[in-house]
């Protein structure tokens, strides 16, 4: 079993900075994909990126050169750094855990953990 923590989002203005963290319990951190969603009020929830135990990541195309991702495997944590942020970024962010190819890094429902969220608001 594996719990994630999120923790790092609040309240910026466009065009700042934020970054989400999460960490995960278990010893087996370093073997998962670690996957980051994010779902705003009314609509379906959203991939964001990914990464996978190797450092390889993958992003929508809505945060790319934007977001990124990386994770301290010594420390079971994943990073979300969010630059050049948009009011369309508010959302709650999810972290996500699971053996997931990159055919399947998209789908929430291939991911086997999730953390309980944290909320981030973009103000104009």
């Known amino acids: 079993q594996v719990q994630l923590v999120e923790s790092g989002g609040g309240l910026v203005q466009a065009g700042g900075s934020l970054r989400l963290s999460c960490t995960a319990s278990?010893?087996?951190?370093?073997?998962?994909?670690m996957g980051w969603f994010r779902q705003a009020p009314g609509l379906e929830r959203e991939f964001v990126g990914t990464i996978w135990s190797g450092g390889i990541t993958d992003y929508a195309d809505s945060v790319k050169g934007r977001f990124t991702i990386s994770r301290d495997n010594a420390k079971n944590t994943v990073y979300l750094q969010m630059n050049s942020l948009k009011p369309e970024d508010t959302a709650v962010y999810y972290c996500?855990?699971?053996?997931?190819?990159?055919?399947?890094?998209?789908?929430?429902?291939?991911?086997?953990?999730w953390g309980q969220g944290t909320q981030v608001t973009v103000s104009s």
């Open positions: 996500a855990a699971g053996v997931v190819g990159f055919p399947s890094r998209r789908r929430g429902d291939r991911y086997d953990y």
């Open positions: 278990g010893r087996t951190f370093s073997t998962y994909a």
